[in-house]
């Protein structure tokens, strides 16, 4: 599969970045990732003054969860990753937990005194 970027919504020409699945703007739109098999991949962009992607770098490599029949399978948020690592002797995820507003439920059971 091959990823492409285009400005929006003036449309335009298409610029090939690289081959690649599930691409993911990192938050601060000056990186994209995605995955390239086991491999996570990070492109450096550069914005001004002409749109132009960096070379293409393995950010790391890992056994981690990637669904084709799912749309996005990890997340990113500032320097960190959210992935389904797998297990070698069990390839199903059973259950997933997430925590929000973890900080909250700490403060109600041990408060600050």
Not at 13 to 18: A, F, M
Not at 50 to 78: K, Q
Not at 90 to 97: F, R
Request: charge should be negative; glycine fraction near 8%.
């Amino acid at each position: 599969m091959r990823l492409y970027v285009q400005r929006f919504p003036e449309g335009g020409d298409k610029l090939q970045i690289s081959g690649g699945t599930v691409p993911l703007w990192g938050r601060n739109g000056e990186e994209l990732f995605y995955r390239n098999g086991n491999d996570v991949m990070v492109v450096a962009i550069e914005k001004r003054p002409t749109f132009a992607p960096g070379a293409a770098e393995v950010l790391f490599n890992g056994e981690y969860l990637l669904d084709p029949a799912r749309v996005y399978d990890y997340d990113v948020h500032r320097d960190r990753f959210l992935m389904v690592k797998l297990d070698e002797s069990q390839y199903a995820t059973t259950a997933l937990v997430v925590v929000i507003n973890g900080f909250e439920e700490l403060k109600r059971l041990a408060p600050h005194r």
